[in-house]
């Protein structure tokens, strides 16, 4: 059985950063542990956007999952031709970085590098290559990236020799070789000067001075198998509507929708976050079909989803069933075990009225937190969190 991570995202990070830091051959910043966490601070870092395939092994049916990849990847180049990948594993989100070396159109990054260190095993998680077939087989070469610049412009790194899901790159346990993540593979990363991330690779963000309210949402979740009352946050910044809690296993995901006259309208695969095991994860609106077998299943509703408002209520309402998963048919149908269905949004009894909420600054600046957990004055900017939303101060 694999180890599961105990600590993730910014807390992980948080973690790796709490131990004495060195300087790297480059001018890279190196902790106790090996693991660069940060680049040199004289590289020429670039946003590269991910894609190609990557394959996640669900512990709970002991499957694996082909996944898009998705987002963006920070890489760093330097004079001396070292080359910086920030996360360089698609799924591992730990914030830290390995070091290649650029010879040619060549990018070399050794295995082995590790990204996380774990007090509890008091292990590290390091980058590998495998071969998949009967079993995992540990692959000695190093990773190869080639670097091309097409006629338009953009810059593509592309990883050699791992063409499909048998050939990967992953991350292992130092301490007894356990697979943390199965891995990429026909990955392409892309550097555009006019990219703009699409709503399938940004997170909602609520903007600093919406006020948030609480809410009651009636709903049918398949997480507890019922109906339920719970409590959600909403507000509104112009007809922009934001709700934060509507998913009960991830109360931090915010969903964002669009006004107009009595309906609120959501794109299908609005980028949530990553859950507990760093994969991407959207809101989607799914109705029911049945499959060839004639077992009723999930079906993708391909418009996205919407909530009716009454204004004399103030009650907002749904019928459509909102899932959360990858975007991945493999992964996702068999996964959707946070699903929402027939919503009912309601006010409070102690809600300041019903209809449209005006933006306001909130009154409750003492208790903001950074995403280290640490508690930050009301005049501080950037990104932060206040109660269960996460929220971006300019």
């Not at 112009?238 to 107009?260: H, M, Q, W």
């Amino acid at each position: 059985m694999r180890k599961p991570l105990l600590l993730l995202a910014a807390f992980s990070v948080f973690a790796t950063l709490s131990f004495a830091q060195t300087k790297g051959p480059h001018g890279e910043t190196i902790d106790a542990h090996g693991i660069i966490t940060a680049a040199p601070a004289d590289a020429a870092v670039k946003e590269f956007t991910r894609t190609g395939m990557a394959i996640y092994f669900n512990e709970e049916d002991g499957m694996a999952y082909k996944v898009e990849q998705s987002g963006t990847i920070k890489v760093a180049f330097c004079a001396d031709g070292s080359v910086f990948f920030q996360d360089i594993v698609s799924r591992a989100n730990f914030g830290t970085w390995v070091v290649g070396t650029l010879s040619g159109n060549d990018i070399t990054v050794k295995t082995r590098q590790p990204v996380y260190y774990d007090p509890v095993y008091n292990a590290t998680v390091s980058i590998i290559r495998y071969h998949v077939e009967m079993g995992i087989e540990d692959l000695p070469d190093d990773i190869h990236f080639t670097y091309r610049t097409e006629d338009s412009g953009r810059e593509v790194l592309a990883l050699q020799e791992c063409p499909e899901f048998s050939n990967t790159v992953g991350t292992v346990w130092d301490d007894d070789d356990q697979i943390q993540e199965l891995g990429d593979y026909a990955t392409e990363l892309v550097y555009d000067d006019n990219y703009v991330p699409s709503e399938y690779d940004t997170e909602v963000i609520i903007p600093d001075g919406v006020k948030m309210q609480t809410y009651n949402c009636y709903a049918y979740t398949y997480l507890h198998d019922k109906y339920i009352n719970y409590e959600i946050q909403l507000g509104y910044s112009g007809n922009d509507l934001y709700i934060s809690g509507l998913y009960t296993a991830e109360p931090t995901y915010t969903v964002k929708g669009r006004r107009e006259g009595n309906i609120v309208t959501f794109p299908q695969y609005q980028y949530l976050g990553l859950d507990g095991r760093a994969v991407p994860i959207y809101a989607v609106a799914v109705g029911y079909g049945i499959d060839e077998d004639g077992v009723e299943v999930f079906v993708d509703s391909k418009d996205g989803w919407s909530l009716s408002y009454n204004p004399a209520t103030g009650i907002y309402n749904g019928e459509l069933s909102v899932v959360r998963f990858a975007r991945n048919p493999y992964y996702a149908y068999g996964n959707s075990y946070d699903s929402i269905d027939e919503i009912v949004i309601s006010p409070m009894p102690e809600s300041e009225g019903i209809g449209v909420l005006a933006p306001a600054m909130t009154s409750q600046r003492e208790s903001l937190y950074d995403l280290q957990g640490r508690h930050i004055n009301g005049n501080a900017k950037g990104l932060y969190i206040q109660g269960s939303a996460k929220h971006l101060a300019r």
